[in-house]
């Protein structure tokens, strides 16, 4: 009887109950499961190493050391990231609570470990001038379809649209008159943003040059952008006419559906714009989300200085 608690209670048949309830109870995805059992086998083998026999010889030191084995790294396994690091104490984590339902442990050690923060990834933003040899590759051949990718992606420049919002846009949202937009953002909350002269001038060359034969293809639908059927331009449509306009600009890399919403804030922060009002244009409900604009903002004044400051590099 000892000898089979025992057995139930090494690290290695842990995982392997742990994997299984994920698979069968939880029904983990196929890669969810992969990530895991890869996580889990390192997990195993450094207790092993360590000479623990058992779940319940686990403390607070065995996982604090796994945690910074993980960081530095071993002859066989590279050194993780923090990204990766925590997927693996997220890993850990499930297996100690699992152990504790399963009446192998009496207490989880693990509940205090905190998986380290990912560091934060600043947004993908180009310059102003890549902004306009992308905007001018959309619409170079002055077709009808190039005439409404231009508007297109001249809308999502001047307002910081998600790619989403601005494909969602009815006729109505637009008043030219004001030069000003209604979004939909998330969770269905509204935002009037200001437009440029550039994008209320491609809005209405679309409008008046190629909206009115589109339609005549269609069902007449109020949506603001449409398809060469007529038919409401899809996010996908969107993404392709973005990634086809860097193509001929000579962008395609890196450039993505975010992109441009991206470069409307840096460019805001760039030129002195306060963090609220961009709060407010892209339609965070926090300040703390549009923060990290601040940070693109300090790397480029910091750029800025490194070259300009006399005394900057010695």
């Not at 686990?58 to 996982?63: G, T």
């Not at 998330?186 to 339609?215: D, H, I, M, T, W």
């Not at 006419?241 to 760039?270: C, Q």
């Amino acid at each position: 009887m000892a000898a089979s608690v025992a057995h139930r209670s090494a690290p290695e048949s842990v995982a392997r109950s742990y994997l299984d309830h994920l698979a069968v109870e939880r029904g983990a995805a196929a890669n969810t499961l992969a990530s895991y059992r890869r996580d889990l086998r390192r997990y195993v083998e450094y207790l092993q190493q360590h000479a623990v026999a058992s779940i319940a010889e686990v403390d607070a030191a065995v996982l604090g050391g796994f945690l910074a084995h993980l960081r530095s790294g071993d002859d066989t396994h590279p050194p993780l990231s923090a990204t990766s690091s925590a997927r693996a104490v997220v890993a850990v984590r499930g297996l100690h609570r699992f152990a504790l339902r399963d009446g192998l442990v009496v207490v989880d050690v693990s509940r205090e470990v905190k998986p380290p923060t990912p560091p934060r990834r600043l947004p993908k933003a180009i310059s102003a001038d890549d902004v306009e040899r992308l905007l001018d590759a959309a619409g170079y051949a002055r077709t009808p379809l190039a005439i409404r990718d231009r508007a297109l992606l001249e809308t999502l420049y001047a307002t910081g649209a998600r790619i989403s919002e601005a494909v969602g846009l009815a006729v109505d949202d637009l008043d030219l008159a004001e030069r000003t937009v209604l979004l939909a953002g998330k969770g269905g909350k509204q935002r009037r943003v200001p437009l440029g002269s550039f994008a209320a001038r491609a809005l209405e060359a679309y409008l008046v040059q190629v909206r009115p034969g589109l339609v005549v293809l269609g069902a007449g639908t109020a949506q603001l952008f449409l398809n060469a059927r007529g038919g409401p331009l899809s996010r996908q449509s969107a993404w392709l006419v973005l990634r086809a306009a860097a193509e001929r600009a000579g962008l395609a890399s890196g450039i993505s559906p975010h992109t441009l919403r991206h470069s409307f804030a840096t460019h805001l922060m760039d030129g002195g714009a306060d963090v609220r009002v961009v709060q407010e244009l892209l339609g965070h409900s926090s300040v703390t989300t549009t923060q990290i604009y601040t940070l693109v903002t300090v790397d480029r004044l910091r750029e800025v200085y490194s070259t300009a400051h006399p005394r900057a590099r010695g």
